[in-house]
T-cell receptor, first 115, second 112 residues
Framework: DSGVTQTPKHLITATGQRVTLRCSPR?????VYWYQQSLDQGLQFLIQ???????AKGNILERFSAQQFPDLHSELNLSSLELGDSALYFC??????????????FGPGTRLTVL | GQSLEQPSEVTAVEGAIVQINCTYQ??????LSWYQQHDGGAPTFLSY????GLEETGRFSSFLSRSDSYGYLLLQELQMKDSASYFC?????????????FGTGTRLKVLA
């Protein structure tokens, strides 16, 4: 158990809908990262927040947005969903903004299925 | 653009040694990391190299050559539980900011 929690574990929705994925980092971790992993694909970095502020941005679609709240939990909002958005979404956390050894602790993921 | 290349699949027998290579192309470079991911599981951190040379952690070692933009993960005394996907990753520091780039992963199959 990494100490990172994600809810829900599974999410099934229809095209055009909007969903919110939630992540709670490890206790004391200030950085939260979001990744997308499609079937048999690598991890695509979406975005990083550090202590409530956006710190790094990857290939995140304009339909997607994220935020980190004062209690450090984070939410990833996906809107106007398309079939291709079906994937496993991971949240990870680390102690500081880009740790000395780049170690990130990953949550169990949320599996999103868009029908 | 930024990219990481690693073999898609490697097969080895229990007790053997296997090396998983990773070559990268980035605009900036802040170290090479390795993660393990079992089917249906979350990635877990294995190692990190910021400087050239070999880092050893138990049965796993990782090597980096920045001049060659190349690194590898060495797994010794393979066990069945090592069957998993292995990803190399870099923090690319282009343009004064950075983002994390993962390779497409190497699926390791350990045979009895």
């Amino acid at each position: 158990d990494s100490g990172v929690t994600q809810t829900p574990k599974h999410l099934i929705t229809a095209t055009g809908q909007r969903v919110t994925l939630r992540c709670s980092p490890r206790s004391g971790d200030l950085s939260v990262y979001w990744y997308q992993q499609s079937l048999d694909q690598g991890l695509q970095f979406l975005i990083q927040y550090y202590n409530g502020e956006e710190r790094a941005k990857g290939n995140i679609l304009e339909r997607f947005s994220a935020q980190q709240f004062p209690d450090l939990h984070s939410e990833l909002n996906l809107s106007s969903l398309e079939l291709g958005d079906s994937a496993l979404y991971f949240c990870a956390s680390s102690g500081v903004q880009g740790t000395e050894n780049n170690e990130q602790f990953f949550g169990p993921g949320t599996r999103l299925t868009v029908l | 653009g930024q990219s990481l290349e690693q073999p898609s699949e490697v097969t080895a027998v229990e007790g053997a040694i296997v090396q998983i290579n990773c070559t990268y192309q980035t605009s900036g470079f802040y170290g090479l990391s390795w993660y393990q991911q079992h089917d249906g599981g979350a990635p877990t951190f294995l190692s990190y190299n910021a400087l050239d040379g070999l880092e050893e952690t138990g049965r796993f070692s990782s090597f980096l050559s920045r001049s060659d933009s190349y690194g590898y993960l060495l797994l010794q005394e393979l066990q069945m539980k090592d069957s998993a996907s292995y990803f190399c990753a870099v923090r690319d520091g282009a343009s004064g900011t950075y983002k994390y780039i993962f390779g497409t992963g190497t699926r390791l199959k350990v045979l009895a």
